[in-house]
Every structure is written in structure tokens, then in C-alpha cells.
């Protein structure tokens, strides 16, 4: 069992910066492709990005190119969703979720991720 705890969501005006984490208390995940989804009221839960094990690869949706990084630390057992240029769209939950994986690469499936945590919200006001 892989427990996820994502933090640091809140309020921002649009154009603003916000910095999600998402730990895993007492668990190494060096063997685990981490990703993050979103779901705005009224939506589907659509991905936004994801890592690879190594850190080496990274996937995002087309909405968030060039404005959100994700990152890990496996030292800490975190990763990271840094978000800039925040768009009154990007308003939604954002869920960290986590799968393993030895291979090279990412999944922005949300059916390929069996861990999830409970959800952080971001407001973005315009």
C-alpha cells in the first residue's frame, strides 16, 4: 500500500505561482511512476503530468506545457507539480497518484495509476 498525501493548493490570482507536494509518509517509491490528474466541478478528472522512476522522463498535457514542471526528490519520497502562469481554467482538485514501474517512461492513464491520494484544491481567480 502506497500512501500519498499532496499539499500546498490554495488561492491565487491568475498569472500567479503555486507549488503542489505530494509525499509518501514512510514509503520509498525509487520503483514508482508518479503522476497528476485534475477535476474541475462539473468535469472528468483529465492528467496533467507525470514523472518516470528516474526522474528522466516527464509527460504533460498540452494545457500546462511550458507553465507547470513536475519533479521528484526520491530522497524525500516527494514529488513536486511547480504551476506558474495560473489560468482561471487550471481551477480544479489536483490528485497526486502513483504506479509501478521499472521501465523508463510515464503513463498519463488514469486507469494505469493504483494509488491515489485525496486531493489538494487550487483557485485560481481571475
Known amino acids: 500500500q502506497v500512501q500519498l498525501e499532496e499539499s500546498g493548493g490554495g488561492l491565487v490570482q491568475a498569472g500567479g505561482s503555486l507549488r503542489l507536494s505530494c509525499a509518501t509518509p514512510?514509503?520509498?517509491?525509487?520503483?514508482?511512476?508518479m503522476g497528476w490528474f485534475r477535476q474541475a466541478p462539473g468535469k472528468e478528472r483529465e492528467f496533467v503530468a507525470a514523472?518516470?522512476?528516474?526522474?528522466?522522463?516527464?509527460y504533460y498535457t498540452d494545457s500546462v506545457k511550458g507553465r507547470f514542471t513536475i519533479s521528484r526528490d526520491n530522497a524525500r519520497n516527494t514529488v513536486y507539480l511547480q504551476m506558474n502562469s495560473l489560468k482561471p481554467e487550471d481551477t480544479a482538485i489536483y490528485y497526486c497518484?502513483?504506479?509501478?514501474?521499472?521501465?523508463?517512461?510515464?503513463?498519463?492513464?488514469?486507469?494505469?495509476?493504483?494509488?491515489w491520494g485525496q486531493g489538494t484544491q487550487v483557485t485560481v481567480s481571475s
Open positions: 514523472v518516470d522512476w528516474s526522474d528522466s522522463i516527464t
Open positions: 514512510g514509503r520509498r517509491v525509487t520503483d514508482y511512476a
Open positions: 497518484a502513483a504506479y509501478r514501474n521499472l521501465a523508463y517512461g510515464c503513463s498519463g492513464y488514469g486507469y494505469e495509476y493504483r494509488f
